[in-house]
């Protein structure tokens, strides 16, 4: 009786250990991402003594900065009666080389937040470049044409100033600048004058530059791209890097609604643990709104496992296969898909953003000029990033601003001249993290590996564990059972081989040994 309880108290630990192992090994499987997620983010959030913080407050690798400009060659061709079109070519990269820092740091513990400027510095790299600052580039005139623009509903008198300010000046459809002059060192304008006196009765003219410059007063500055505020991650690592406010306001105001939130990742880093059904959303200062990615493959960086998101037509349709973006239509104007208008971001100009070469456009912007040409390779706007850390490892493309260009009645010279969308420049900051940089990241992939091996091992031996007397007693019954047909096979084979050999026998005697030999199988069988 002792020895029955014994072994059955034995079944019972066992049985509950496996128990235990099997639902242990369960909710690891189940929860060992975020485990390990929760784990991570309380070592890795952002601080001022996280191991993070001096990468993200200066950058260890070399951004570069490729610009590229289009210098239009037939401007004295574009006008209302000409069967001819805008025709462009493509100069450069003109390459700078991107210092950037963080500035102006200050830790929010109340929401786990730090604000900041991003301070850029950049070098041009005459060895990595096609071309010289010196280059003579011929685009459209901006200036003059944003002004006449703007005064097209101005009383007659206004018109009339315009018109000859415009004649003295000699305005023409274009105008002739270095590439230097277009990009960082800009030039002066005549019609910036004009345009502060215009600033003082028309509200929508707005100049607030003296000098005019794609990227005039970026270089060296700590405020071109604003002030911002962003999650640190301490409460939740899933935050890290996405952004709270920017220039102290939740909405940009630009566009109406929910459209108008601020919103997304600054670039650094995104959330952890991505899907390719999951949308990366990147804040873009320059056009004051986020910028969604979606996934297009999966691709391997430095051997390290990534997935590939690209800008495609959820953030360029102008409302056919995604409705809501009918809220980014200005006015109520949509124009063909392709590009979007960002004239409330640049001080109410005509100025709208596409991919590189109008790269995923609708055809209708390039029927309409000629010299530009599409490639998904050189034109794809891309982040390549390691799902498990939501790290970017592999980073390039960018966006191609445009101008429209449309005529303005009794203002020459822009009263004969076609509607289009004038290519100006566009530019790709590329950037891909080194090999020993990949070999860290790629650790975080082999860990969550090794988690799941060992749930695996903790079931497989829950149920080992749950198993093992079952299985003991069948394989005991089984062997128990075997052994005993065969000692029986044995015993009835001797006995009839005894049997055989027996010499004849007499009838009486026959009668004795068939009765014995029922006795043994008697005796056997009991």
């Known amino acids: 009786m002792t020895k029955n309880i014994y072994l059955w108290a034995q079944r019972g630990v066992v049985i509950a250990f496996g128990s235990v192992f099997i639902s242990a090994g369960i909710y690891l499987y189940l929860n060992w991402i975020d485990i390990f997620t929760r784990a991570r983010g309380k070592q890795m959030f952002l601080g001022p003594e996280s191991p993070a913080f001096s990468d993200w407050k200066t950058p260890p690798l070399q951004l570069n900065l490729d610009l590229y400009l289009f210098n239009w060659t037939n401007p004295q061709d574009f006008h209302r009666n000409s069967n001819k079109k805008p025709h462009f070519v493509e100069l450069g990269p003109y390459r700078f080389v991107e210092k950037v820092e963080k500035v102006d740091i200050v830790w929010h513990t109340n929401n786990h937040s730090v604000s900041y400027r991003k301070k850029s510095v950049f070098h041009f790299d005459p060895e990595n470049s096609k071309g010289s600052l010196s280059d003579k580039i011929t685009s459209v005139n901006v200036v003059a044409h944003s002004i006449a623009l703007k005064s097209k509903d101005d009383s007659n008198f206004q018109k009339m100033l315009i018109a000859r300010t415009l004649k003295m000046y000699n305005a023409g459809v274009s105008i002739t600048k270095t590439a230097d002059e277009w990009l960082f060192t800009g030039y002066v304008d005549p019609f910036l004058s004009l345009g502060n006196l215009l600033s003082k009765f028309n509200k929508d003219v707005k100049i607030p530059y003296d000098r005019v410059g794609y990227l005039y007063t970026r270089n060296n500055s700590a405020t071109y791209d604003g002030h911002f505020n962003v999650f640190t991650g301490a409460d939740d690592i899933r935050k890290m890097g996405q952004i709270h406010t920017w220039n102290y306001k939740k909405h940009s105001r630009i566009f109406e609604g929910e459209y108008g939130q601020v919103t997304g990742s600054m670039g650094e880093f995104f959330p952890p643990n991505l899907t390719p059904q999951d949308t990366l959303w990147l804040f873009v200062p ?48 949509c124009e063909r898909s392709g590009v979007l208008n960002i004239g409330a971001c640049a001080y109410n100009a005509s100025m709208y953003i596409s991919l590189p070469h109008f790269y995923k456009a609708d055809p209708y912007y390039l029927d309409a000029i000629e010299g ?58 590329r950037v891909r993290v080194l090999p020993e940089m990949a070999e860290g990241i790629g650790l975080v992939p082999m860990i969550i590996l090794i988690g799941h091996i060992f749930t695996g091992a903790l079931l497989a031996l829950g149920v080992i564990l749950i198993c093992w007397y079952p299985a003991k007693s069948i394989t005991s019954n089984y062997l128990c059972s075997k052994q005993k047909v065969g000692f029986l096979k044995r015993v009835t084979s001797n006995a009839n081989m005894k049997t055989t050999s027996l010499p004849r026998k007499s009838s009486t005697d026959l009668e004795n040994t068939d009765l014995l030999q029922k006795n043994k199988i008697i005796i056997l069988g009991s």
């Open 286 to 333: 320059n056009i004051c709104r986020a910028v969604p990615f979606d996934y297009t493959e999966s691709v391997q960086i430095h051997n390290v496992n990534a997935h590939k998101y690209s800008v495609g037509e959820r953030l360029l349709d102008n409302g056919t296969l995604f409705p809501s973006n009918k809220c980014f239509c200005i006015g109520g104007k």
């Open 372 to 429: 530009l040409k599409p490639e998904k390779e050189k034109h794809e706007f891309f982040m390549t990033v390691e799902p498990n850390l939501g790290v970017p490892m592999d980073v390039g493309g960018g966006f191609q601003g445009n101008y429209l260009l449309e005529p303005i009645e009794y203002l020459p010279p822009f009263d004969r001249v076609q509607r289009a969308f004038i290519p100006l420049m566009w530019g790709e900051e």
